[in-house]
């Protein structure tokens, strides 16, 4: 049986029918934070590390296919970007703790998020019933 290890996201793919839609099958999934990282969007979501600053987003378990699928892929899926794989610990609301992959850019251009991308991250945000407070952090992106 194959490994199927942990991953959070925190941009398009925390919506888990953004993730079957593409192909990818996860599993045990449900909401998580980061610590030491704030999210960005330029022109699509990102992470920053940031002392004190917490990401939330959707942990769930992919097989690596998947993975490579989401990441390793046709860069044009991804705005051109490449994402990296990084080794974050990701909290869930109870207080368990996770090792977990997520990926992130080195170098986004920094350009603008298009409205409908914003548009996708708040209905995905409030899906997860994210907070109230990093919902209006994503929001302001659009401005």
Do not use: W
Request: a negative charge; aromatic letters at 12%; proline letters at 7%.
């Amino acid at each position: 049986m194959a490994r199927m290890p942990y991953a959070f996201f925190y941009g398009g793919y925390m919506n888990p029918d953004a993730l079957t839609a593409v192909g990818a099958s996860p599993k045990d999934c449900e909401t998580g934070y980061v610590e030491g990282f704030q999210l960005t969007v330029g022109p699509i979501a990102n992470l920053a590390e940031k002392e004190g600053a917490r990401a939330y987003g959707l942990i769930a378990r992919l097989h690596h296919d998947d993975l490579n699928k989401l990441y390793g892929g046709d860069p044009a899926a991804l705005q051109g970007s490449v994402y990296l794989p990084e080794a974050v610990l990701v909290q869930t609301a109870d207080g368990r703790a996770f090792p977990a992959m997520t990926y992130i850019c080195p170098a986004l251009s920094g350009a603008a998020a298009d409205p409908a991308y914003i548009t996708k991250l708040i209905a995905a945000a409030e899906k997860l019933s994210l907070p109230y407070s990093y919902i209006d952090q994503i929001r302001a992106f659009a401005d």
